[in-house]
T-cell receptor, first 112, second 112 residues
Framework: GEDVEQSLFLSVREGDSSVINCTYT??????LYWYKQEPGAGLQLLTY?????DMKQDQRLTVLLNKKDKHLSLRIADTQTGDSAIYFC????????????FGSGTKLNVKP | NAGVTQTPKFRVLKTGQSMTLLCAQD?????MYWYRQDPGMGLRLIHY???????AKGEVPDGYNVSRLKKQNFLLGLESAAPSQTSVYFC???????????FGQGTRLTVV
């Protein structure tokens, strides 16, 4: 089956940039997503990228996609303590209705 | 806008008891999903539905049943709860080929 992998933890200082990485196995991915989960809450879509794009920027967020290496990253510029959360990478696959495959999540800890 | 609402938010069950988790969405979405979230394992799809009256199995369907009698509601049932079903359960919905899944706040279930 589809396999989406992420590192489990990342710790940065407030004001630094954070880079969260994700690898996936299915080359027929249509969309790749980043979701954010704050403590005790559901998942909230942060951003997504279509698989024929290399980069997408949205304010402090930059998504980079290396389709050849099946590698997706999320860069958060000027990381704030409010960015502390778990970040999930997910993919959906063409022709498989809207099935989403999630990574295990990366817990981002932002130190003041 | 309520979005996706799950009830209850917390529940403790004894082994062998049964219960039903309710998911309701007010966005007229076609697709609805039930996921479970376990530490270090991300979200795993239990069952899903592509429309009223239809359901299908996901990755980890054993021990669960679902029903979608009304378009806005997706019920997840545990007929005989087991400690292995201790988890956080998330419901989600999407509109057709939408790029975004909307998540409920989660139900934390403990089976003792």
């Amino acid at each position: 089956g589809e396999d989406v992998e992420q590192s489990l933890f990342l710790s940065v200082r407030e004001g630094d940039s954070s880079v969260i990485n994700c690898t996936y196995t299915d080359s027929s991915s249509t969309y790749l997503y980043w979701y954010k989960q704050e403590p005790g809450a559901g998942l909230q879509l942060l951003t997504y990228i279509f698989s024929n794009m290399d980069m997408k920027q949205d304010q402090r967020l930059t998504v980079l996609l290396n389709k050849k290496d099946k590698h997706l990253s999320l860069r958060i510029a000027d990381t704030q303590t409010g960015d502390s959360a778990i970040y999930f990478c997910a993919e959906s696959i063409e022709g498989n209705f809207n099935k989403f495959y999630f990574g295990s999540g990366t817990k981002l800890n932002v130190k003041p | 806008n309520a979005g996706v609402t799950q009830t209850p938010k917390f529940r403790v069950l004894k082994t062998g008891q049964s219960m039903t988790l309710l998911c309701a969405q007010d966005m007229n979405h076609e697709y609805m999903y039930w996921y479970r979230q376990d530490p270090g394992m991300g979200l795993r799809l239990i069952h899903y539905s592509v429309g009223e009256g239809t359901t299908a199995k996901g990755e980890v369907p054993d021990g669960y049943n679902v029903s979608r009698l009304k378009k806005q509601n997706f019920l997840l049932g545990l007929e005989s709860a087991a400690p292995s079903q201790t988890s956080v359960y998330f419901c989600a919905s999407t509109m057709g080929r939408s790029t975004e899944a909307f998540f409920g706040q989660g139900t934390r279930l403990t089976v003792v």
